[in-house]
């Protein structure tokens, strides 16, 4: 199976999907939210557009342009433990393994079932060749190497039983956004989605912002009026009435919106409908705060200009197919393989 066989599959499933009918969306989203509650219409959509951003054509041969890929590599069997804390996240493992020319061997988590098996059904039909090459299974012993995404608890695990191989294995990561009073309030407005998206589940939500004093939380909680629909979604309810409660019992200093609570903590990952704040003098003693804990860290969402590397303000969960998970470069690991 040829290298531009396997690149024209992912093609081909991107245009599919950019023409795919609204009653089939419709019906499949129904599906995925019946099995999961967090995976509305609205977060299933958000996620198949950007698998669909990484399947454009140029995109694609721009990333693979900086490897060495061949026609037929000496194939191995890679095991993926699927992660499915949001719609399709294990979407670009999937993909890396197959295009670097080995075989994947599957295990689904059960959150997210519905659209990854869509997702693999598509693809088989476009490429039937690749049907031999995607193996779906809840026990993925004696494989050849593994990538496997989850929490820290998990990853101990991965490790003891997958550590003797070749792998990639995630912990638990999560983001954060740096202001520095000069944000306009349309970047105010646009980084609700770096929060609220996919209720916050995703390691590249921000949990934890930095900002310089405590007039910037008060109008950062004005600007971000127009998520408060959010608030009528049964479980992030359940979590935003739960933790506003405690708050209130404990008597912890907290801002509360209505349907966003903001409080000052130094820890990085937050509760769902949470936002910790901690407060900061210099760029240059928060970069050094953040480089302790950096591997706690997925992306930073800030102004580029002034931050290396961030990411624009509402475009943290936009990654390209560049953007690796934990800054590993999978692609360059399974070629090592060879």
């Known amino acids: 199976m040829t290298i ?40 299933c959509q958000d996620a198949l557009e950007g698998v669909s951003t990484l399947l454009e054509e140029e995109k694609l041969r721009t990333w693979l342009a900086a490897y060495s890929l061949v026609d037929d590599p000496t194939s191995k069997k890679i095991g993926v433990l699927m992660a499915g804390n949001i719609p399709f996240v294990g ?42 090459r995607i193996v779906i ?27 003797k ?8 990561r999560t983001s954060i956004a740096i202001f520095d009073g000069t944000e306009s309030e349309e970047e105010l407005r646009n980084f609700g989605t770096d929060v ?27 600007n971000l009026e127009g998520y408060q629909s ?39 990952v937050s509760p769902i409908s949470v936002l910790y704040h901690s407060f900061y003098e210099d760029k240059e003693s928060l970069e050094k705060e953040l480089e302790i804990q950096k591997n706690k860290i997925q992306c930073i969402v800030a102004n580029p200009k002034v931050w290396e590397k961030a990411v624009q303000f509402g475009s943290a969960q936009r990654p390209e197919v560049w953007d690796y998970a934990d800054g590993v470069d999978t692609m360059d690991f399974l070629i090592g393989l060879n």
């Open 196 to 222: 609220f998206q996919y209720f916050g589940l995703g390691c590249r939500n921000v949990s934890k912002i930095f900002v310089k004093n405590q007039s910037q939380l008060i109008k950062l909680l004005d």
């Open 4 to 43: 531009e066989t396997r690149i024209q599959a992912f093609i081909q499933l991107g245009n599919l999907i950019r023409t795919l009918a609204t009653d089939q969306k419709e019906e499949l989203f129904a599906r995925a939210e019946n099995r999961n509650n967090w995976f509305t219409h609205s977060n």
């Open 137 to 163: 299974s809840d026990m993925l012993k004696g494989r050849d190497a593994y990538i496997a995404t989850g929490s820290d608890n998990s990853a101990r695990y991965f490790s003891y039983y997958f550590g």
């Open 165 to 172: 191989y070749p792998s990639i294995i995630r912990k638990n």
């Open 91 to 132: 979407f670009h493992d999937l993909m890396t393994v197959l295009i670097s020319g080995h075989h994947a061997h599957v295990k689904l988590s059960t959150a997210d079932e519905v659209l990854m098996k869509w997702i693999i059904d598509r693809l088989v039909e476009i490429e039937p060749e690749l049907k031999d």
């Open 230 to 268: 959010i608030v009528h979604h049964h479980k992030y309810r359940n979590n935003y009435d739960y933790n506003k409660s405690i708050y209130l019992v404990n008597g912890e200093p907290h801002l509360d919106n209505g349907f966003l609570i903001l409080r000052e903590s130094e820890e990085l």
